[in-house]
């Protein structure tokens, strides 16, 4: 996702929650009246958007200003998401030996 289609994203989050910055609606009704319509969000399309959501975006951005309505960047970006033939033997032969814990432990 590149910085043009993160800074979109911010802007749609902003207006869903900009009537509530001005002071023009209750959150609550707000939340309400809202978390119930599908949205077109850039660069994911069709959504809903839960009201949960749309309170934590209103608490990110007066924390944190409009950079926080971005969406954030992987912390693995960059980084092979698949396991060597050399680490999957190794975590396999853990296993065996620990078969009460599950192959994630292992695999961090």
Same mark, same amino acid.
């Given at each position: +996702?590149? @910085? ?11 207006? $869903? ?8 609606m209750e959150p609550k009704e707000y939340f309400q009246e809202l978390e119930g319509k599908t949205h077109q969000v850039p660069y994911y399309g069709e959504r809903k958007v839960a009201a949960k959501t +749309?309170? @934590? ?11 926080? $309505? ?39």
């Amino acid at each position: +996702m590149n @910085e043009k289609t993160r800074e979109e994203i911010a802007l749609f989050r902003y207006g $869903l929650i900009a009537p509530l910055l001005n002071g023009h609606m209750e959150p609550k009704e707000y939340f309400q009246e809202l978390e119930g319509k599908t949205h077109q969000v850039p660069y994911y399309g069709e959504r809903k958007v839960a009201a949960k959501t +749309m309170q @934590e975006w209103l608490l990110h951005y007066r924390r944190n200003g409009f950079d926080a $309505l971005k969406p954030k960047r992987r912390s693995d970006r960059g980084n092979s998401r698949r396991l060597s033939p050399d680490d999957k033997d190794h975590i396999l032969e853990i296993r065996k030996e620990f078969l009460h814990m599950p192959v994630s432990v292992f695999y961090e």
